[in-house]
Every structure is written in structure tokens, then in C-alpha cells.
């Protein structure tokens, strides 16, 4: 219980520096912000006795930073000239490259 106190306190005060540095940068931190208040939730003694709390809870942190990092991509992303990242890297072992391709083309065939 005490390690994962910690831990939580940890990534509280992460996200609160996180939110210190985009402050300037007119970068909304709502979704943020909604993220801390719920990290602040999860610390409390009581609630990490509730399994089904918790589960509900910890969601809520991964949506609202998931809400955050999709706006701060959007407003700072557009600078990197990139578009919305699905997921991953691009970099892919040699020996699978010819793999992943064939299973693009297979996705873009119409049926």
C-alpha cells in the first residue's frame, strides 16, 4: 500500500510539473487537470480497499490523460507537421518488413 501511495504521489507530481510547463503555451490542461484531481482520488487510503473504485477511477486517469494527450498532439503536432499517431514506431525489424507491408496493402484491398 505504502509503494503504491508513492507512486501515485509520483505521477501526480509529474503530471503537476507536466501542467506547469505547457501552462504558456495555450495548450487547454482541463483533461489534465481532470487527470491530477483523479491521481489525487486514487491516494486516498479508503479507495485503494475498493477493487471496483479503483478500476473506475484509474480509467478515468487513462481517459482524461489519453483526452490531454490527443489536444496537446493537435495543437503542438501541427508544428512537427505530423498527423494523429495511431500507435507504434515505424521502425520495424528487416526480416518483417515485407510482412507488415503485404498486411497494409491486404487492409487497403476492397472486398
Known amino acids: 500500500m505504502r509503494q503504491l501511495s508513492r507512486e501515485l504521489a509520483a505521477r501526480r507530481g509529474a503530471a503537476q510539473q507536466l501542467r506547469r510547463a505547457v501552462r504558456g503555451s495555450g ?36 481517459e482524461a490523460v489519453k483526452a490531454f494527450e490527443f489536444a496537446l498532439r493537435k495543437t503542438l503536432g501541427s508544428a512537427e507537421g505530423g498527423g494523429p499517431v495511431v500507435g507504434g514506431s515505424d521502425n520495424v525489424p528487416a526480416q518483417y518488413r515485407d510482412m507488415v507491408s503485404e498486411y497494409f496493402r491486404a487492409l487497403s484491398r476492397t472486398p
Open 27 to 62: 495548450v487547454d490542461t482541463r483533461e489534465l487537470d481532470r487527470a491530477i484531481a483523479r491521481l489525487g482520488a486514487l491516494d486516498g487510503a479508503a479507495i485503494l480497499g475498493d477493487a471496483k473504485a479503483l478500476q473506475q477511477l484509474r480509467d478515468g486517469v487513462i
